[in-house]
């Protein structure tokens, strides 16, 4: 066995100025041995049968840092190691104290004494400040096995002269274990610096004993104590929050600049109504065509200089005067020194608006209108006034078969076939009693949580050009089923998804904050600030459009051409999330050193960093030194690389979610893999401020803005400054468009298209309801039921107006050709998801396991996942997915396109996944039915009906011809198995 004896140093000075945390550790001198002996030339120590300090050494300088680790190997010979029943035992200790003492002090009393005592019937580690209060690790001694022991002493509280009052001891340790020492001690009384390090022998130690100890090694980092690198500062990768230079100002804008614009510009631009759509009294507006402190790049002065008649303004062939060159200096200073507005002289006109969404939603009276059958909900009543309206007759109630299938593909996204007793559901009453048993199905869950995954744009990869995965993804995935599975309140689900970093400890809900983190996220951007830009801005607009329902994205720029929303309002919006970022956020089940795993892996990283920027530097690379984080782990040494990859490799177990979070949530933030990662210092994202980003350009920053909502809908308070206070507002009873927008996608989702087509955009670009009384007594009750979609749910499903057939009426349809009265069903096509589960089930090959990770089709063997849980990497979506027009997840979809190619037929016939479909269906068919039922037995699992007389004669001639499998698949290419009827 191969033992290193420490090296000798060079005989050092003694200082007397203390070593504090940081600087170099040194000795002083060899290392001091008894003139009893008790210590050979290779640091084999050996007993005296008494009290003797046989090895020890004085550090260069006295040590006053807060901690300082000490490590060592330890070999006891086994021929001489006697247990207390056999014996005496074994003792020995590595002490740390102020003074050596001698050959024969004591180093007790205060002194940190870490080494080998009796513990009862054993030899095992110990740790003690005094003899009469020893502490043992529960591993016993065995002879012949080289330990590496690792002891730190440190202060309870910090500061010189402070005493080093905790002891902890490491037996063998791992770079995982800076948490999870052996031994811990603590003193009332200890000593308050340390001078001198050595070994005790004491009574149990005879002469014959031989312990071997090597490697002594001194250092004030859990990292250095292993050889491994010393921490350094990270690299600044941080965008230094935008500032905004002042000059002093020797311009008054109402003395000076007003003047000069009142005469020359105002007559054209400004009002309501300006010339070429270009308002110059409005601040936010001329903004946009300044370059506060820059005028020579202001598109304003540009004009005004210009020579070319065609671009000077005012234009020169009107009777305007021309800016004087005075006047023109004095707008120069102007711009240069910020572009000081008043905002008395000319305030920025209110935003107002007469538009129905933006008014507030008055539950109306449910109307009383004649007809042919009772109405079944509120909901038929409403509807009814509208056929009224239009002079149409509404269609007679579905074939119970047609029923069943339809509630079961509409909210489970199976056929009925899927769910035995369903078929027997033959009047209204017990398909009611069904509704409420599929709606707490898990199938429903995921049919419906994957509705809101497509608003949420959510992905399991960044996108953009390196769309390098995200492993945690999946964990907000199953939020939402989930809480579409305990029907959420409504206004609890916006909450924790806008803030559920900030909410209560008892109610935090970081796996929620992944509708913020789903932003793409390019990893390939040098430039921090357009790289955070570019995810709030993703963040601002997504936002918006899901639960507000409309488009702001059009005010990133200039005030939207439509709708009542400024250029501020948009970046008052934005502030809201300026101070966060998305990022692998730990659970709440986190290990208790998972902190310190994270603290040493980037310590370790950031040393290798530091060291290769350095190495290039010399190398004469110019600045700035650009190493990626992968060259960062190439560069590692085999000890760096090892201790790292048992830090990642531990960090990676840990449950974890890609959330969103800011420094005052007090969430812990694990790394993630990106070639230009986001800044990891949250404490400096918290400090950042918010600007208004002229012309949507990242770096053309304007004013500093808070935080608060667009101003139509009322002013902001001045305390509403974080997420929280955003949700809060928004999922507010009063607000005029939370309630509104969400019972319009679930009509969506159950008709095809809502009340409001255009459901991601109710301003004025938008369509009009078709029922606004239908959808305003809709958004009442979904407050009044305490934010219960069930509720909706069950008003919709329950209504005559669902339940119609989609036989074709063509008087009906002369008066209404667009079904906007719902005088019909209208079929439509089930989504991809919806194909790829229900040929599954009907095969009998659907595996119904909730929640996970995603599972890729080429995983599975007999059984297959729900196709929520593919993995959905943007813009590499599985093919049975983006053929029948799965989103990419670009951007929020609020209703999927419906395409008709070629491609999709060959798919159904002809891929690999729906010829081994037919097979496993085919194997079921036999295993229920004799061979004169296999053609009605495979329609029915299929489309949850018999077939007619015709159809069985057709199938049972065609398996004369051709086999069971191809029957199968026939059937499969059904339109009425691909639609929704």
Request: hydrophobic share 35%.
């Given at each position: 066995m191969r033992f290193l004896a420490i090296a000798l140093l060079l005989t050092c000075i003694w200082h007397d100025t203390p070593v504090m945390a940081g600087d170099p550790i040194g000795w002083s001198g060899d290392w001091t041995r008894s003139r009893s002996g008790g210590s050979a030339q290779w640091f084999e120590i050996r007993g005296t049968g008494g009290r003797n300090n046989p090895l020890r050494r004085r550090l260069e300088a006295p040590f006053d840092g807060d901690q300082l680790f000490v490590r060592f190997e330890l070999r006891y010979d086994s021929s001489s190691l006697d247990t207390p029943s056999n014996g005496n035992g074994?003792?020995?200790?590595?002490?740390?104290?102020?003074?050596?003492?001698?050959?024969?002090?004591?180093?007790?009393?205060?002194?940190?004494?870490?080494?080998?005592?009796?513990?009862?019937?054993?030899?095992?580690?110990?740790?003690?400040?005094?003899?009469?209060?020893?502490?043992?690790?529960?591993?016993?001694?065995?002879?012949?096995?080289?330990?590496?022991?690792?002891?730190?002493?440190?202060?309870?509280?910090?500061?010189?002269?402070?005493?080093?009052?905790?002891?902890?001891?490491?037996?063998?340790?791992?770079?995982?274990?800076?948490?999870?020492?052996?031994?811990?001690?603590?003193?009332?009384n200890a000593i308050g610096s340390i001078g001198w390090i050595g070994f005790s022998t004491g009574m149990k130690t005879e002469r014959d004993d031989r312990i071997l100890v090597s490697e002594v090694s001194l250092a004030t980092t859990w990292l250095e104590s292993f050889g491994?690198?010393?921490?350094?500062?990270?690299?600044?990768?941080?965008?230094?929050?935008?500032?905004?230079?002042?000059?002093?100002?020797?311009?008054?804008?109402?003395?000076?600049a007003y003047p000069i614009l009142h005469r020359h510009c105002f007559e054209c631009h400004s009002g309501e109504d300006p010339e070429s759509g270009l308002r110059l009294d409005h601040y936010d507006e001329i903004l946009n065509h300044l370059s506060p402190r820059d005028a020579d790049a202001s598109h304003l002065i540009a004009l005004i200089e210009s020579s070319d008649p065609a671009k000077q303004m005012p234009p020169p062939e009107d009777d305007h005067a021309q800016v004087s060159a005075d006047e023109i200096r004095v707008l120069r200073d102007w711009i240069d020194e910020g572009v000081v507005w008043d905002h008395q002289l000319l305030p920025t006109p209110a935003m107002q608006s007469d538009h129905w969404a933006l008014q507030p939603v008055r539950r109306p009276e449910i109307p009383v209108v004649p007809s042919a059958r009772p109405f079944r909900t509120p909901v038929d009543a409403f509807t009814a006034r509208k056929q009224q309206d239009l002079g149409t007759t509404p269609a007679e109630t579905a074939?119970?078969?047609?029923?069943?299938?339809?509630?079961?593909?509409?909210?489970?996204?199976?056929?009925?076939?899927?769910?035995?007793?369903?078929?027997?559901?033959?009047?209204?009453?017990?398909?009611?009693?069904?509704?409420?048993?599929?709606?707490?199905?898990?199938?429903?869950?995921?049919r419906w949580g994957r509705y809101w995954l497509d608003l949420a744009r959510w992905a399991e990869s960044n996108g953009h050009q390196h769309n390098r995965p995200r492993p945690h993804a999946w964990r907000y995935r199953d939020y939402v089923i989930q809480s579409f599975q305990d029907d959420k309140p409504y206004d609890q689900f916006i909450r924790e998804q806008l803030a559920g970093?900030?909410?209560?400890?008892?109610?935090?809900?970081?796996?929620?904050?992944?509708?913020?983190?789903?932003?793409?996220?390019?990893?390939?951007?040098?430039?921090?600030?357009?790289?955070?830009?570019?995810i709030l801005v993703d963040v601002v607009n997504t936002t918006a459009k899901t639960f507000l329902g409309v488009t702001l994205e059009c005010a990133q720029c200039h005030t939207h051409k439509f709708d009542p929303f400024t250029i501020r309002d948009y970046y008052r919006l934005q502030a809201f999330f300026t101070r966060g970022q998305p990022g692998n956020l730990l659970l709440a089940d986190a290990p208790a050193e998972t902190e310190s795993w994270i603290d040493a892996r980037w310590q370790l990283f950031d040393s290798v960093h530091s060291r290769m920027v350095a190495q290039k530097r010399s190398a004469g690379v110019p600045e700035p030194v650009l190493v990626i984080p992968k060259s960062v782990i190439g560069g590692m040494n085999a000890q760096e690389r090892q201790a790292f990859s048992a830090l990642d490799s531990a960090i990676a177990s840990i449950p974890q979610v890609w959330g969103w979070s800011g420094s005052d949530a007090g969430v812990i933030v694990a790394p993630h893999e990106m070639r230009w990662p986001l800044p990891r210092d949250l404490q400096t994202v918290a400090e950042m401020k918010t600007y208004l980003r002229l012309r949507g350009d990242a770096k053309s920053v304007g004013p500093e803005v808070r935080a608060g909502w667009p101003a139509v809908f009322g002013p902001t308070p001045d305390e509403a400054t974080s997420r929280t206070d955003l949700a809060d507002w928004i999922a507010s009873p009063d607000h005029p468009l939370t309630a509104r927008v969400w019972v319009n996608r679930i009509w969506q989702w159950h008709f095809g298209t809502g009340l409001v087509a255009t459901s991601g955009d109710f301003g004025t670009q938008g369509t009009a309801p078709t029922h606004p009384e239908l959808l305003d007594w809709l958004a009442d009750e979904l407050v009044a039921s305490g934010w219960s979609t069930r509720h909706i749910h069950r008003l919709i499903l329950r209504s005559n107006t669902y339940r119609q057939s989609a036989a074709f009426s063509q008087p009906?349809?002369?008066?209404?050709?667009?079904?906007?009265?719902?005088?019909?069903?209208?079929?439509?096509?089930?989504?991809?998801?919806?194909?790829?589960?229900?040929?599954?089930?009907?095969?009998?090959?659907?595996?119904?396991?909730?929640?996970?990770?995603?599972?890729?089709?080429?995983?599975?063997?007999?059984?297959?996942?729900?196709?929520?849980?593919?993995p959905q990497q943007r813009e590499r979506i599985a093919e049975s997915l983006m053929l029948f027009d799965s989103p990419a997840a670009v951007a929020t979809c609020s209703r999927r396109r419906?395409?008709?190619?070629?491609?999709?037929?060959?798919?159904?016939?002809?891929?690999?996944?729906?010829?081994?479909?037919?097979?496993?269906?085919?194997?079921?068919?036999?295993?229920?039915?004799?061979?004169?039922?296999?053609?009605?037995?495979?329609?029915?699992?299929?489309?949850?009906?018999?077939?007619?007389?015709?159809?069985?004669?057709?199938?049972?001639?065609?398996?004369h011809d051709h086999s069971l499998e191809s029957l199968c698949l026939v059937i499969l290419n059904l339109s009425e198995f691909l639609y929704l009827n």
């Open positions: 074994e003792f020995l200790v590595l002490w740390l104290d102020e003074q050596d003492g001698g050959d024969a002090a004591g180093h007790n009393g205060g002194v940190p004494n870490i080494g080998l005592h009796v513990d009862e019937d054993k030899n095992a580690f110990m740790a003690r400040y005094v003899s009469s209060s020893q502490h043992f690790a529960d591993i016993e001694l065995q002879g012949d096995r080289v330990y590496t022991i690792l002891a730190k002493a440190s202060r309870s509280r910090s500061g010189s002269g402070q005493p080093y009052d905790r002891l902890s001891v490491w037996i063998d340790p791992e770079i995982l274990d800076a948490k999870a020492p052996a031994i811990e001690v603590a003193a009332k491994l690198p010393a921490p350094v500062a990270p690299t600044p990768t941080t965008p230094k929050p935008a500032t905004v230079q002042t000059l002093t100002a020797t311009v008054n804008f109402a003395d000076d074939s119970w078969s047609t029923l069943q299938r339809r509630m079961a593909l509409d909210l489970t996204g199976l056929p009925s076939s899927a769910f035995p007793g369903l078929e027997q559901a033959t009047s209204h009453e017990s398909l009611d009693r069904w509704i409420d048993q599929l709606l707490c199905s898990p199938a429903y869950a995921e970093d900030e909410l209560p400890e008892e109610s935090r809900c970081l796996e929620a904050t992944g509708f913020l983190a789903a932003a793409r996220y390019s990893g390939n951007e040098l430039d921090k600030e357009i790289q955070r830009q570019d009906n349809h002369d008066s209404d050709p667009d079904c906007q009265s719902l005088w019909r069903w209208t079929p439509r096509r089930l989504e991809s998801e919806a194909i790829r589960d229900s040929a599954l089930s009907v095969a009998g090959r659907l595996d119904r396991t909730m929640g996970g990770p995603s599972v890729s089709d080429e995983d599975a063997d007999e059984a297959y996942r729900r196709s929520v849980y593919l419906v395409s008709t190619v070629s491609l999709q037929p060959l798919y159904l016939l002809n891929s690999e996944f729906m010829n081994t479909i037919s097979q496993r269906f085919a194997d079921r068919v036999r295993n229920m039915a004799t061979e004169d039922q296999y053609a009605e037995t495979a329609l029915r699992l299929t489309l949850g009906r018999d077939a007619s007389d015709e159809e069985a004669q057709k199938m049972t001639q065609y398996l």
